[in-house]
Nanobody, 127 residues
Framework: QVQLVESGGGLVQAGGSLRLSCAAS????????MGWFRQAPGKEREFVAG????????DYADSVKGRFTISRENAKNTLYLQMNNLKPEDTAVYYC????????????????????WGQGTQVTVSS
């Protein structure tokens, strides 16, 4: 079992920044590929960013490339998502997730490749 707890969401004006954190416990964090997804009202949950278990590989949705940065601090069992130049269309509940396969150098972009999910944190960007 893995427990994931997101924090750092809130209300911000367009052009502003937020940093989300995801604290992990219950399984070796450093062995898990991790990802951030988001879900806006009336829409399906979508991939935002992913990072390999060692942190050497990352990938992003086209809509956030150049604005968001995913990182991890394995010594603290924590995943981050730095979000800059936020836009109203970034408004959503953001979820962190832990990958199914351990010890992989891959970055996963599909929901079914993730086994554990946090409860989500709301990000609202006003125009």
């Amino acid at each position: 079992q893995v427990q994931l707890v997101e924090s750092g969401g809130g209300l911000v004006q367009a052009g502003g920044s937020l940093r989300l954190s995801c604290a992990a416990s219950g399984r070796t964090f450093s062995s898990s590929a991790m990802g951030w997804f988001r879900q806006a009202p009336g829409k399906e949950r979508e991939f935002v960013a992913g990072i390999s278990s060692g942190g050497g590989s990352t990938d992003y949705a086209d809509s956030v490339k150049g604005r968001f940065t995913i990182s991890r601090e394995n010594a603290k069992n924590t995943l981050y998502l730095q979000m800059n130049n936020l836009k109203p269309e970034d408004t959503a509940v953001y979820y962190c997730a832990a990958g199914i396969i351990l010890y992989s150098r891959a970055v996963y972009k599909q929901r079914h490749e993730y086994a554990y999910w946090g409860q989500g944190t709301q990000v609202t960007v006003s125009s």
